[in-house]
T-cell receptor
Framework: EAQVTQNPRYLITVTGKKLTVTCSQNMNHEYMSWYRQDPGLGLRQIYY???????DKGDVPEGYKVSRKEKRNFPLILESPSPNQTSLYFC??????????????FGNGTRLTVT | QQPVQSPQAVILREGEDAVINCSSS?????VHWYRQKHGEAPVFLMILLKGGEQKGHEKISASFNEKKQQSSLYLTASQLSYSGTYFCGTDGGTSYGKLTFGQGTILTVHP
């Protein structure tokens, strides 16, 4: 089944403890992206990647790192999490340039709580 | 900068129509529409490209006015299954890369 898989689904951690949220897609998509979702703010893009070894900042990249060493994986790294990073995170992938045949496919989300 | 969606929320009876608007301050290459049900991931509805109007579903269509940098999503003869939060996404004026979503419009359809 074609899908974007995020792990873990739920994560509770403490301030300053480094963590990684994994994202993997099995559709051979070139494009991958991370979003955070907060009430009243919608989906805000953190980072995106248009291909292996190519990453760019979205609208809210501060406090996050990403890497794209392989086409299928795009992990999100929080080196020193803070409570304001408590949020619902979505990974998404797309075949390529925007068009009717290249929508974003979203993972099921990771709910992160930083205490 | 996030596109601005209006209204923020709308309540309908089954069978009624609704329009959701999305406005950007920047020139756009494309506008994307997604629907998210509570506790689930967003799901693709349609993409509109410069110069185009696409009907993605039988009763859900959209328009894209490039000059005004605006898009509207039209839901006709609404069904209970239309309930959810609708997001528009806008690019940075290019065909690829940055995609910024609005704050969302909560649509509730009652029997």
């Amino acid at each position: 089944e074609a899908q974007v898989t995020q792990n873990p689904r739920y994560l509770i951690t403490v301030t300053g403890k480094k963590l990684t949220v994994t994202c993997s897609q099995n559709m051979n998509h070139e494009y991958m992206s991370w979003y955070r979702q907060d009430p009243g703010l919608g989906l805000r893009q953190i980072y995106y990647s248009m291909n292996v070894e190519v990453t760019d900042k979205g609208d809210v990249p501060e406090g996050y790192k990403v890497s794209r060493k392989e086409k299928r994986n795009f992990p999100l790294i929080l080196e020193s999490p803070s409570p304001n990073q408590t949020s619902l995170y979505f990974c998404a992938s797309s075949l390529g340039p925007w068009g009717p045949n290249s929508p974003l496919h979203f993972g099921n989300g990771t709910r992160l709580t930083v205490t | 900068q996030q596109p601005v969606q209006s209204p923020q929320a709308v309540i309908l009876r089954e069978g009624e129509d609704a329009v959701i608007n999305c406005s950007s301050s920047k020139a756009l290459y494309s506008v994307h529409w997604y629907r998210q049900k509570h506790g689930e991931a967003p799901v693709f509805l349609m993409i509109l490209l410069k110069g185009g109007e696409q009907k993605g579903h039988e009763k859900i269509s959209a328009s894209f006015n490039e000059k005004k940098q605006q898009s509207s999503l039209y839901l006709t003869a609404s069904q209970l299954s239309y309930s959810g939060t609708y997001f528009c996404g806008t690019d940075g004026g290019t065909s690829y890369g940055k995609l910024t979503f609005g704050q969302g419009t909560i649509l509730t359809v009652h029997p």
